[in-house]
């Protein structure tokens, strides 16, 4: 099994910055999990890709509306991966998820069925 805790999540206002963390373990963890990603779902809507990093060469892959103003990284040695968030807006809060799984191609990995672990998500509020 596959054990995902994140972290870093908070209220900032409009043009702030947030680092949100998500550390994995579990002993399958590295046979189960190619690449690790970040989603996020606001109130009545669905949730939605916002970025993935394969765990192994660290090709990353965003969505549009996160492109130049989001970082995904991981550290390897803590089996822990990162969102760094910059230049945030009110249309970002959601709850932000991460999760993990062997999604398979670029094609692939903004859906959601394709990670078969998550964990509990993180409030991110910004205030305008």
């Known amino acids: 099994q596959v054990q995902l805790v994140e972290s870093g999540g908070g209220l900032v206002q409009a043009g702030g910055s947030l680092r949100l963390s998500c550390a994995a373990s579990?002993?399958?963890?590295?046979?189960?999990?190619?690449?690790m990603g970040w989603f996020r779902q606001a109130p009545g809507k669905e949730r939605e890709f916002v970025a993935v990093?394969?765990?192994?060469?660290?090709?990353?892959l965003y969505a549009d509306f996160v492109k130049g103003r989001f970082t995904i990284s991981r550290d390897k040695a803590k089996n822990t991966m990162y969102l760094q968030m910059n230049s945030l807006k009110p249309e970002d809060t959601a709850v932000y998820y991460c999760?993990?799984?062997?999604?398979?191609?670029?094609?692939?990995?903004?859906?959601?069925?394709?990670?078969?672990?998550w964990g509990q998500g993180t409030q991110v509020t910004v205030s305008s």
């Open positions: 990093i394969y765990w192994s060469g660290g090709s990353t």
């Open positions: 579990g002993r399958t963890f590295s046979s189960s999990a190619s690449a």
């Open positions: 999760a993990a799984g062997a999604p398979g191609s670029t094609a692939l990995v903004m859906s959601p069925e394709r990670y078969g672990y």
